[in-house]
């Protein structure tokens, strides 16, 4: 079972803040990553460092997750407010905080490079070790129960932005 701490500063109802990050292709599809060494499959996502911008945070985690840099992608647009989800009791790592769960800003990237620019080696300690291409709605299904409905927002509310270029509804 996956335990979370915490690195990064919380406000002060318990959240860390965070970037999520859904890359889409021409086809309409978006990348799905698997956590190494665990069977949980989910979009890229991380910490916003201290005197970094959300979109700073962005670029730098599809880099350090999927290997991806600014010339590979198009940055079609995020949710317009924090999106939030609690972390169960049970997947915490013993408490020395008040850490609750993750507020997140979405943010929707068109890969404008090739699949072969996809890399999941490029730092020491990868997140994810498989990826492919799924359904855009795919992975509100797919997510573990306690971020589906964080998911099932940011996709709605990023849906028309991707369908401008890809045709996806819902």
Not at 28 to 45: E, H, I, M, S
Not at 99 to 118: A, H, N
Request: some cysteine; charged content about 30%; glycine content about 6%.
């Amino acid at each position: 079972m996956q335990r979370f701490t915490v690195s990064t500063k919380l406000d002060s109802e318990g959240y860390r803040a965070n970037v999520a990050i859904v890359i889409c292709n021409d086809l309409g599809k978006v990348l799905w990553a698997r956590r190494t060494r665990r069977d949980g499959w989910q979009f890229p996502q991380g910490g916003v460092e201290r005197d970094e911008t959300v979109e700073d945070a962005a670029f730098r985690e599809l880099y350090e997750e999927v290997g991806l840099s600014r010339e590979h992608v198009r940055l079609v647009g995020r949710t317009q407010s924090w999106l939030k989800y609690d972390v169960p009791r049970f997947h915490l790592a013993p408490r020395r905080n008040a850490f609750r769960g993750q507020k997140q800003l979405w943010f929707l990237f068109e890969l404008v490079g090739e699949d072969s620019d996809v890399r999941l080696d490029c730092v020491s300690r990868p997140e994810f070790d498989r990826w492919r291409w799924v359904d855009y709605w795919d992975p509100v299904d797919r997510i573990v129960e306690f971020k589906r409905n964080v998911y099932q927002r940011a996709l709605e509310e990023l849906a028309p932005l991707m369908s401008q270029f890809t045709g996806v509804t819902r």
